[in-house]
């Protein structure tokens, strides 16, 4: 549905400074795929889903989306996908089923396919009785989920959503994906998103792209990254006598890396925490040097960008360090 290669864009600012929002990316998504684009903000992800969607040019490099060139096909492009971007796509003094409709009849269908097409959608994600209200009375969630509709309006098989629940409390966040997540199924859609929420890509997408400084930095299951690129951490509370020789005990632990201690505190990544728990006891209690409290913390998607940047994505966002 998606194949880039090389895909760059560059940014003139103030006419003599180029800005290299995005360096060079490749990259392949299956039909089907749930994929989820993370990065700090700076990282080039809305610029690329505004490539892919055919907003703007890119300054080199190829991306083709569901079959079609995103230079020489644009409004082919167009017509097989879906976006919803960060900001409200209906007119505030507009109607919600006048909206819909009219979305409807740009893509090209007749008055009543329109009508009945934005009447589904209408039902299905629970705007039905809102269908006479203009946009500018509904709540943050509604219109998020309005957003959703009319990038539905056309069935497409791909669909772009840019950071869909931002700014969503997390019930209206919950609700929207739970309407997502049923959109998707019912139509068999490919879904790219990008987000800020780590644990909407966790759980939900089969994939998981990370992106820094306009590049693609890791790809692929978010289980995979957190094992290879960060592991699960035990925490340990030992006497300070038996410190030193707890951590040698941790040490022999298979794949055991970043072993640190702090106070009564011993901290310490494995690739199987449940499984290299027991063990490490096991072996305290056999050299009489016990082990107070122990629990496992498994990684999460903020552990990986950690270990990939230096730095953590909350910190990336907050700082605005990352690049344009």
């Known amino acids: ?16 400074e180029t800005v290299h929002a995005v360096r060079g990316i490749s990259l392949d998504v299956e039909p089907g795929e749930l994929v989820a684009v993370l990065g700090p903000n ?18 080199s490099g190829t991306a083709k989306v569901a079959g079609y060139d995103v230079t020489s096909d644009p409004s082919l492009v167009r017509r097989q996908i879906g976006y919803v971007g960060q900001g409200n796509g209906a007119g505030h ?8 409709v009219g979305q409807g009849v740009i893509y090209g269908l007749d008055s009543r396919s329109a009508k009945k097409r934005a009447g589904e959608l209408l039902e299905s994600l629970e705007l039905a009785d809102l ?7 509904l709540s943050g969630g509604q219109r998020r989920r309005l957003d959703v509709a009319m990038g539905l309006v056309h069935a497409p098989g791909l669909l772009f959503l840019d950071e869909p629940s931002t700014g969503l409390d997390p019930q209206n966040r919950a609700n929207l994906w739970d309407h997502i997540l049923r959109m998707r199924e019912q139509y068999s859609m490919t879904i790219m998103l990008t987000t800020h929420y780590l644990d909407e890509a966790d759980s939900m997408a089969e994939r998981v792209v990370v992106v820094d400084h306009g590049e693609v930095i890791a ?3 978010a289980d995979a990254l957190k094992a290879e690129l960060a592991g699960d951490q035990l925490i340990l509370t030992v006497a300070p006598g038996n410190r030193t020789r707890v951590a040698e ?5 298979p794949g055991a890396k970043d072993v640190v201690a702090d106070g009564d505190q011993l901290t310490l990544r494995v690739a199987d925490g449940p499984a290299a728990l027991p063990e490490l006891i096991a072996a305290s209690q056999r050299s009489a040097v016990p082990i107070a409290t122990a629990q496992v913390r498994r990684p999460t998607l903020d552990d990986v960008f950690l270990n990939l940047t230096g730095r953590s994505l909350r910190e990336a966002d907050s700082t605005g360090k990352a690049a344009a």
């Open 1 to 16: 549905m998606i194949s880039t290669r090389e895909l760059t864009k560059d940014f003139v600012v103030n006419r003599t």
């Open 42 to 59: 700076g990282a080039g992800k809305t610029t690329t889903l505004r490539m892919l969607t055919t907003l703007i040019a890119p300054t």
């Open 93 to 100: 003094s507009q109607r919600v089923r006048d909206e819909l």
């Open 131 to 137: 269908a006479n209200r203009k946009v500018s009375d």
């Open 219 to 221: 790809d692929d299951t």
């Open 249 to 253: 005990l941790a040490k022999q632990l």
